[in-house]
């Protein structure tokens, strides 16, 4: 999955498994202003997690410090992560 930042867009929402039972972040693709934050839901009652891949992400941010390596088991369970830096971050689940 990609988060791109760029100059105009709102926070987002993210769902961890599709509507239909897909295991894929819905939407795959988000855009969001720089300072905003996107919450991440367990849709789907799997556990799932949020991990950035520390060589797709802007110079100077930190995967660990993005990710969210402790498991979201329940449906409805969520989680936020503000975006200070401008760019692209991709991210998957473990």
């Known amino acids: 999955a990609t988060l791109g930042l760029a100059l105009s ?3 987002a929402a993210v769902k961890l498994g599709t509507d239909g039972g897909g295991l894929v972040f819905d939407p795959a693709e988000v855009t969001i202003k720089a300072g905003e934050s996107v919450t991440w839901t ?6 799932h997690n949020i991990v950035f891949d520390e060589d797709a992400i802007p110079s100077g941010e930190n995967a660990d410090k993005l990710s969210h390596e402790d ?8 989680v936020s992560t503000t975006f200070k830096t401008a760019g692209t971050y991709e991210y998957y689940c473990e």
């Open 71 to 78: 498991y979201l088991n329940a449906k409805g369970e969520t």
């Open 9 to 11: 867009a709102n926070a």
């Open 42 to 47: 367990n849709n789907a009652g799997f556990p």
